[in-house]
């Protein structure tokens, strides 16, 4: 409901209505102009948010409780965030998608960011949208000209079933940027955190990203992976407890390691 108000890309529709038809569109994805530095209203809100739940818990955790909050909130958590009645009313009064939305930008990562020291352990930084932008108009410039001309890929698949990876996701900036042209995007991290706020940022702007289109829709079988055992670092090999994931698996979606 929030993407049809005037002056929302309305991605949500698209995604419903390709669920609905059974098959990608005969439409392009409508595209997202990402800010580069996000909208005051926005950040605003969201910092009134972590104060809410800081007020309560009364440590660093207030961000990732935060987090875990608003996963459960869009569906991309099925574990309900432990907060009083008082709180969940609180928050639930407060929190507003209208600045996030009317001004897309990766409002969590960078307030991720801003907590080195406090809920920030791996001291992660985004790549500004400008350079995330960039980068995926240089690595996907055939896709964006085969969608420009209506063309297909060599393998008369449509472009928009392009695979696209972040083995390194963090809030899932790339991926977002990568939404205008491709609906198969997936990506891993070893920090949880950085996987709940790639998922949030895919419900708030590319779904395709949070709830992946199953195989009929996209109209091509998902590949398995590649033959032959991928060569693992031996620190790796020695300690089988350690999970080792393969980025070339379409049907991963987003991925964390402990």
């Known amino acids: 409901m929030a993407h049809g108000y005037p002056g929302v890309v309305d991605r949500w529709s698209y995604y419903q209505r390709t669920l609905e038809a059974g098959c990608l569109l005969d439409e392009g994805i409508p595209e997202i102009k990402f800010c580069d530095s996000g909208d005051q209203e926005g950040f605003g809100m969201l910092r009134k948010a972590i104060e809410l739940v800081y007020t309560e818990i009364g440590s660093w955790n207030a961000f990732p409780a935060l987090i875990d909050w608003i996963a459960w909130g869009v569906a991309v958590s099925a574990e309900k965030p432990r907060f009083s009645t008082s709180l969940n009313e609180a928050l ?4 507003n998608l209208g600045p996030l939305l009317m001004c897309p930008h990766d409002y969590l990562g960078a307030l991720y960011a801003e907590g080195k020291g406090r809920w920030n352990p791996h001291a992660f930084f985004p790549t500004p949208h400008s350079v995330a932008e960039c980068m995926t108009q240089m690595t996907m410039i055939d896709v ?7 063309a297909r890929l060599p393998d008369g698949r449509d472009p928009r079933t392009t695979t696209v990876c972040d083995p390194c996701v963090g809030s899932a900036r790339m991926l977002l940027h990568a939404s205008n042209y ?13 996987c709940r706020m790639s998922a949030i ?45 393969r980025v070339d698996d379409r049907g991963q979606g987003l991925l964390f390691e402990f």
């Open 182 to 194: 491709s609906v198969c995007l997936y990506g891993c991290d070893i920090d949880p955190l950085c």
């Open 92 to 95: 639930y009064k407060h929190f």
């Open 201 to 245: 940022n895919g419900v708030l702007y590319a779904p395709w990203l949070a709830f992946p289109f199953r195989a009929e829709v996209l109209g091509t079988a998902t590949p398995a992976p590649p033959p032959g055992v991928l060569p693992l670092p031996e620190e790796n090999s020695r300690d089988q407890s350690v999970p080792v994931f």
């Open 144 to 150: 964006i000209t085969s969608l420009k001309n209506g």
